[in-house]
């Protein structure tokens, strides 16, 4: 049972140009969503969360978008820059049960010259 | 200030053998948890300690197990392992009750 899911195996952006990773979610416990970045033989890097109190959080290049009423979190990167090709997952975590990270399967990003 | 250390990052164990991984949290940091990557699971949650209790713990067999002490460092063992069990095993660190974890750099199990 997939709870967490990214429909998007990998994702090619040309340098500069917008990318949006997307993710779905199924439980309506999860209250809390993060955003890593993972190059290969590496743990994931945090790299932004949000709280469903709030329907956008922004860092930097990086901008998460919640729509809580479609379950769906999406991370957007303006401008893309080659460093950011990696795979990128999305998690979630259900206050009350623990600080467990239930993660999607990620998604290559690909950012070309 | 020094990242999560996880130890060793390689490890080749045979089938049926036991194996023990380590793990520094960041300090300060009182929370630790574990994750397994595997190719066709993804990341997939072990369990979480907090002050040296186990909080939680994920859907893996028995033969998964871990412990926290008091300085906080974490182990986890696997017993009787088996080919499957070969992946890369994550640990993860955070202040208090905190939600953003940082994670090591990963032990990287190979099972034969």
């Known amino acids: 049972d997939q709870q967490v899911k990214q429909n998007s195996p990998s994702l090619s952006v040309q340098e500069g140009r917008i990318s949006i990773l997307n993710c779905d979610y199924t439980?309506?416990?999860?209250?809390?969503f993060l955003w890593y970045k993972k190059y290969p033989a590496e743990g994931p890097t945090f790299l932004i969360s949000i709280s469903s109190i709030k329907d956008k959080n922004e860092d930097g290049r990086f901008t998460v978008f919640l729509n809580k009423s479609a379950k769906h979190l999406s991370l957007h990167i303006v401008p893309s820059q080659p460093g950011d090709s990696a795979v990128y997952f999305c998690a979630a975590i259900a206050t009350g049960g623990g600080n467990k990270l239930t993660f999607g399967t990620g998604t290559q990003l690909k950012v070309e010259l | 200030k020094a990242g999560v250390t996880q130890t060793p990052r390689y490890l080749i164990k045979t089938r049926g053998q036991q194996v023990t991984l380590s793990c520094s949290p960041i300090s300060g940091h009182r929370s630790v948890s574990w994750y397994q990557q595997t190719p066709g699971q993804g990341l997939q949650f072990l369990f979480e300690?907090?002050?040296?209790?186990?909080?939680n713990k994920g859907n893996f067999p028995g033969r998964f197990s871990g412990r926290q002490f008091s300085n906080s460092r974490s182990e986890m063992n696997v017993s009787t392992l088996e080919l499957g069990d070969s992946a890369l095993y994550l640990c993860?660190?955070?202040f208090g009750a905190g939600r953003v974890y940082t994670f090591g750099s990963g032990t990287r199990l190979t099972v034969v």
């Open positions: 300690y907090f002050s040296e209790t186990q909080r």
């Open positions: 439980n309506s416990m999860f209250d809390y």
């Open positions: 993860a660190s955070s």
